[in-house]
């Protein structure tokens, strides 16, 4: 089973940029549908964005799409989240996760690894 590990989060301005990463543990990481979720403070946990084995399909909440770009490298087991143009609203724990599902999943249901999660906090 895949372990996941996320860095990169950290306090940025309101208009400033961050890039996430999520390394993954093991030599399957490329069969694994991959996806961002955030939960802020009092907040249920909610998608972000999703991508599939080959990084050729990807799908955004409404929230990020346009600011926010996933990615994955199969070679390195590497996710990543550029997020630019950061907003106060995108403060939150960001968390990646992995499913056995093919195709994209945007429900958290569908994921059945987590890694412990990365806080980025965005100041106006």
């Known amino acids: 089973q895949v372990q996941l590990v996320e860095s990169g989060g950290g306090l940025v301005q309101a208009g400033g940029s961050l890039r996430l990463s999520c390394a993954a543990s093991?030599?399957?990481?490329?069969?694994?549908?991959m996806g961002w979720f955030r939960q802020a403070p009092g907040k249920e946990r909610e998608f972000v964005s999703t991508i599939n084995w080959s990084g050729g399909t990807t799908r955004y909440a409404d929230s990020v799409k346009g600011r926010f770009t996933i990615s994955r490298d199969n070679a390195k087991n590497t996710l990543y989240l550029q997020m630019d143009r950061l907003k106060p609203e995108d403060t939150a724990v960001y968390y990646c996760?992995?499913?056995?599902?093919?195709?994209?999943?945007?429900?958290?249901?569908?994921?059945?690894?987590w890694g412990q999660g990365t806080q980025v906090t965005v100041s106006s």
């Open positions: 996760a992995a499913s056995i599902r093919s195709g994209v999943v945007l429900a958290a249901a569908g994921y059945s690894t």
């Open positions: 093991g030599r399957t990481f490329s069969s694994y549908t």
